[in-house]
T-cell receptor, first 112, second 111 residues
């Protein structure tokens, strides 16, 4: 009964380092999303995917890249981390455009 | 473009009192509306959704919301809150492929 699983749960990076956040879902959902959550800002969409091999930009895509090589996985990459990217990152998936999204438990990322 | 406004950043309330969390949206096209709840250090869970049909929507944990098209509102209500309802609540509007969230309302229930 895993649903949406995010790894890692916590990470501290130095400015300029790179890393990849992994999201895996076992519900056979077509749509997957990456959000960032900052205090007082709600959730903002970074990138999303409407199917295997597709990606699209959301509201705040700069500084991030994504890949959806397999239907069940959606990777979020930071090529050169900046302190402004300190945030909690959430992955979500859904079965359709207007269907509820299922969220993972988040990744807390700190950039020093 | 759509936007979602949650009018209160914090709502303090005593246990067993009623509560209303306000949400207004703007969109040039039809929207689907959701309320999510986030407990500390967890992801978001769906409380309820409005896709079409009856404007009064019932969700989990005794919550309900009413869609009001003329006022572009989707306020969340519960007649009697519990301590365990303390959490952050997010209203969200979806058109096409993207979901836009409000900034959240922290519901603080005290004994």
């Amino acid at each position: 009964n895993a649903g949406v699983t995010q790894t890692p749960k916590f990470r501290v990076l130095k400015t300029g380092q790179s890393m990849t956040l992994l999201c895996a879902q076992d519900m056979n959902h077509e749509y997957m999303y990456w959000y960032r959550q900052d205090p007082g800002m709600g959730l903002r969409l970074i990138h999303y995917s409407v199917g295997e091999g597709t990606t699209a930009k959301g509201e705040v895509p700069d500084g991030y890249n994504v890949s959806r090589l397999k239907k069940q996985n959606f990777l979020l990459g930071l090529e050169s981390a900046a302190p402004s990217q300190t945030s909690v990152y959430f992955c979500a998936s859904s079965s359709g455009l207007n269907q509820p999204q299922h969220f993972g438990d988040g990744t807390r990322l700190s950039i020093l | 473009a759509q936007s979602v406004t949650q009018l209160d950043s914090q709502v303090p309330v005593f246990e067993e009192a009623p509560v209303e969390l306000r949400c207004n949206y703007s969109s040039s096209v039809s929207v689907y509306l959701f309320w999510y709840v986030q407990y500390p250090n967890q992801g978001l869970q769906l409380l309820l959704k409005y896709l079409s049909g009856s404007t009064l929507v019932k969700g989990i944990n005794g919550f309900e919301a009413e869609f009001n098209k003329s006022q572009t509102s989707f306020h969340l209500r519960k007649p009697s809150v519990h301590i365990s309802d303390t959490a952050e609540y997010f209203c969200a509007a979806q058109t096409y492929s993207t979901l836009t969230f409000g900034k959240g309302t922290m519901l603080l229930v005290s004994p």
